[in-house]
């Protein structure tokens, strides 16, 4: 049987890596440290590249036998996401989720890491190096919120409340048109109020802090959605891919959507789909 590594020790290796390689970077990037990898919208730092090449020797002598999915390894080598379907634990790296926000001084950026385990996520990490906390959770133990000066606070999602109530981050941008257009018109009437932060990790910190009720994202790459997962089940809320089905990291299409409870997920897919 297999022993999963103390969080607390995942943990110290984020905010490390954050503190040596990404914080020195935050509104100082030259204009040699940012590329472009499929188009304008879809950008990588130095800081991205620093910190994914720092924590994979890493996590990976931190659980002897496991590999590691990195979001860049993975734009270099689709290959690597053979990885989460192995026998072997599979770490989940998102070296700087929200890159092109830290890229024009947003503070909307984190660092993200999960385990995964027979396709099943594990543990799961999101670090907010600015807001000085990291939310990690345990497969099974609960989500938890841990501040830079040592304090935890378990982690619970918003009460259900009528959809016309709810506040939730909507991403629309890699759905096919016309729906597209057809659930932003939706969006406008069946929800009390959508935002989007261009981060996936910040939109789950919403999620588990009480200020968001659900959030919508057409993509699933594993590093944007592993951890968050994991902490929005494991926080009490429900979530599945925009069929009903089942998550699993190694589907990359599909959707997700979260909502508080099972019920209010129904109503929100009958609400905001055509």
């Known amino acids: 049987m297999i022993s999963f590594p103390d969080p607390a020790a995942v943990i110290d290796i984020m905010r490390e890596t954050a503190e040596a390689v990404i914080l020195p970077r935050f509104k100082s990037l030259e204009s040699g440290d940012i590329q472009e990898k499929t188009g304008p919208e879809d950008l990588v730092?130095?800081?991205?590249?620093?910190?994914?090449?720092?924590?994979?020797?890493?996590?990976?002598?931190?659980?002897?036998?496991?590999?590691?999915?990195?979001?860049?390894?993975?734009?270099?080598?689709?290959?690597?996401?053979?990885?989460?379907?192995?026998?072997?634990?599979?770490?989940?790296?998102?070296?700087?989720?929200?890159?092109?926000?830290?890229?024009?001084?947003?503070?909307?950026?984190?660092?993200?890491?999960?385990?995964?385990?027979?396709?099943?996520?594990?543990?799961?990490?999101?670090?907010?190096?600015?807001?000085?906390?990291?939310?990690?959770?345990?497969?099974?133990e609960g989500a938890w919120m841990c501040g830079y000066d040592g304090k935890e606070e378990r982690l619970s999602v918003l009460a259900p409340s009528p959809t016309s109530k709810m506040r939730g981050a909507l991403n629309f941008r890699f759905l096919p048109s016309p729906l597209k257009e057809e659930m932003k018109e939706r969006a406008k009437t069946e929800v009390g109020d959508h935002f989007r932060f261009g981060c996936a990790g910040h939109e789950y910190l919403s999620l588990l802090t009480g200020e968001a009720h659900f959030a919508m994202h057409p993509k699933n790459m594993p590093w944007d959605h592993v951890a968050g997962s994991l902490m929005h089940q494991e926080a009490g809320g429900f979530h599945a891919r925009f069929n009903k089905r089942p998550y699993y990291p190694d589907q990359l299409d599909g959707g997700l959507l979260m909502a508080p409870d099972e019920a209010s997920w129904d109503d929100l897919r009958e609400k905001l789909w055509p």
């Open 45 to 140: 730092t130095i800081a991205d590249i620093e910190s994914e090449r720092r924590m994979t020797p890493i996590l990976r002598d931190l659980l002897p036998g496991s590999s590691v999915v990195g979001e860049e390894a993975v734009a270099a080598d689709t290959a690597v996401l053979d990885n989460l379907t192995a026998d072997a634990p599979a770490w989940i790296i998102d070296p700087v989720d929200g890159t092109r926000n830290f890229t024009k001084g947003n503070s909307k950026f984190c660092v993200m890491v999960g385990l995964v385990h027979k396709r099943q996520p594990v543990l799961g990490f999101i670090l907010d190096p600015l807001g000085e906390r990291c939310a990690f959770a345990v497969r099974g």
